[in-house]
């Protein structure tokens, strides 16, 4: 007896112990977790014209250089007059750069360095914007094209996406002019005119070119992911991102073919009952996304200053790395993060409320994860529906998602670098551009592509991009002329510039 209970008791201390040496490494990794912002000197530049800069910007909003799918030709006097404009606003550009128009609208301006045994770099921006959606001009706190200065911000169409990003590589160019300097290596800086309809008539022609040159390009940095302020509830701390992946795209159409028929007697089994399951089957069975390579790097820099219950969770992966993934799934943003997204976007079926459709027709949308392909998602399609009677056909407009770009690279680091100058106390991390940029036509033309705008962005700004009251902080846009003057010092002399 005594010795079952000498047994009893040992079994219980064992138990205990593991659960507490469990529970002391959980505690222990949660405690370690952090992001080190690096002691870097803040560089600040007194200098810069601001005043005029803004005044400029406010210039270059009230163009409406709009991008539609219909009638690309409607605004061509628009472009036209912004390219002007350019040339007007920046006279030392233009006296010093060579400018060569692509494709009769896209800015393709070459600055040599003076070391050509150096391969260059490249800056890209787009000037093209989306249009004022009818209906929503009254909505607007100023108007979207007169590029109002007022209650601290510069207000219109572009001022986010992408005029405050060109205008700042404008800026800080003739700034560093003005003082002489003169890159080691050989910077091409494209302003593109049509990225929000593709790109396909102004970056891909510029990619194309580059090729047929077989012009060396050590890095590109274009529109991207921002400086995000309280990306989760409950966290203060801002986060810069650096995109060095952008996901994939392809449209499938869903259609089903059986006998039509009157209402009153339908079959088990009807075109829409049939394709309504297969768009239920892969709603509640999403492509697998995992806490893992990029999303994870992204999380990083975030851990101090979380919960201490999602600073636990995300420290000890290993442990609740399934609760992480489901949670995350919830909420749409870090959702797209984790995994390819399904979004039904078209059904159509039926002519009549008393007769049963022959056809039924669905058009379903994917953006996919580096980790997968548009034959992954075909594949899982066709899997998941699992009904030989529905025909799955890839849409035009299909694309892999992007290489993911190297967070070690020269241009990587340099990058993060300059943000840690210009932005003290804002960590940096790696992530995945969500949506589309023109950088996709230049993944031939060179492996580091750095999607990063400096543009602080809080979550009520989000519907402000392609929405209504686009606008860009007065102070942010010293920051970004400071950021690009900063950035071109940084890569292209000096140490940094020898790959
Ligand atoms: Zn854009």
Known sequence: MMRVKRAAITVLLSILLVISLVAAVILMRTISSGYDIPDTEHVSYTDIPHDDAVQRLSHALQYRTISTQEDREQHRHEFDAFIDFIRDSYPLIHENLELEIVNNYTMLFKW?????????????????????????????????????IADGFVWGRGAIDDKSGI??????????????????????????????????????????????????????????????????????????????????????????????????????????????????????????????????????????????????????????GGVIEERLGFIPHTNAALRTTIAPTMFHAGIKENILPQTAEAIINFRIHPNDSVREVLYYVQETIDNNKIEVRVLEGAREPSPVSSTSSVAYLDMKQTIHEIFPDVPVAPAMFLAATDSRHFTEVTENLLRFRPIRVRPDDRGRIHGTNERIGIDNYAEMIAFYIRLIENTTTGLQATI
């Open 167 to 320: 205008m700042s590589y404008m800026e800080a160019i003739t700034y560093l002019l003005e003082r002489g300097f003169q890159p080691e290596r050989t910077v091409y800086i494209a302003l593109n005119h049509d990225e929000e309809v593709g790109g396909r008539q102004g970056a891909r022609k510029v990619a194309d070119l580059m090729l047929e040159r077989e012009i060396d390009i050590a890095f590109l940095t274009d529109e991207g992911m921002p400086v995000a302020e309280k990306i989760l509830e409950g966290l203060e701390h801002p986060i810069a991102m650096i995109g060095v992946a952008e996901k994939g795209y392809v449209s499938l159409e869903l259609n089903v073919n059986k006998e039509g028929g009157h209402s009153s007697m339908p079959p088990r089994e009807t075109t829409i009952g049939a394709l309504s399951a297969a768009i239920t089957n892969l709603k509640q069975q999403p492509m697998e996304g995992r806490f893992a390579g990029l999303v994870r790097e992204t999380f990083q820099p975030l851990l101090p200053d979380l919960p201490f219950i999602y600073r636990m969770g995300l420290s000890n992966l290993w442990l609740f």
């Open 112 to 148: 040599e360095g003076s070391r050509p045994d150096l391969s260059a770099a490249m800056m890209q921006g787009h000037y093209d914007v989306v249009p004022v959606e009818p209906g929503t001009f009254e909505d607007w706190t100023y108007p979207p094209f007169e590029g109002t």
